[in-house]
């Protein structure tokens, strides 16, 4: 069984950075490609950023191109979401999420997740 714990949201001003933090445990981790979605009050869960266990072939959803990146340490069990030039748009709740292949950008097809950490962004 995969467990993940997100860390690292708050509340920060309009272009403000953060580093956002998931760590897993259970399984062998490399094998799992993971994801970061997002979801605002009264929204669906958007995808945010996915990586494949290798750390290659990050994807990234079209609001966060060039200002988000992901990368994975299998060796620390962590996958990190470096978030720059913060807007009020990306205010949410951000949850990561694990599946056992390639990346996808639909969260129907992530099998795991964990519990989320608020981002909120004043203007």
């Known amino acids: 069984q995969v467990q993940l714990v997100e860390s690292g949201g708050g509340v920060v001003q309009t272009g403000v950075s953060l580093n956002l933090t998931c760590e897993l445990s259970?399984?062998?981790?490399?094998?799992?490609?993971m994801g970061w979605f997002r979801q605002a009050p009264g929204k669906g869960r958007e995808f945010v950023a996915g990586?494949?266990?290798?750390?290659?072939?990050?994807q990234y959803g079209d609001p966060v191109k060039g200002r988000f990146t992901i990368s994975r340490d299998n060796a620390k069990k962590t996958v990190y979401l470096q978030m720059n030039s913060l807007k009020p748009e990306d205010t949410a709740v951000y949850f990561c999420?694990?599946?056992?292949?390639?990346?996808?950008?639909?969260?129907?097809?992530?099998?795991?997740w964990g519990q989320g950490t608020q981002v909120t962004v004043s203007s």
């Open positions: 999420a694990a599946r056992s292949t390639w990346v996808s950008i639909r969260a129907s097809e992530y099998r795991y």
């Open positions: 259970g399984p062998p981790v490399n094998m799992y490609a």
């Open positions: 990586v494949a266990w290798s750390g290659l072939n990050a």
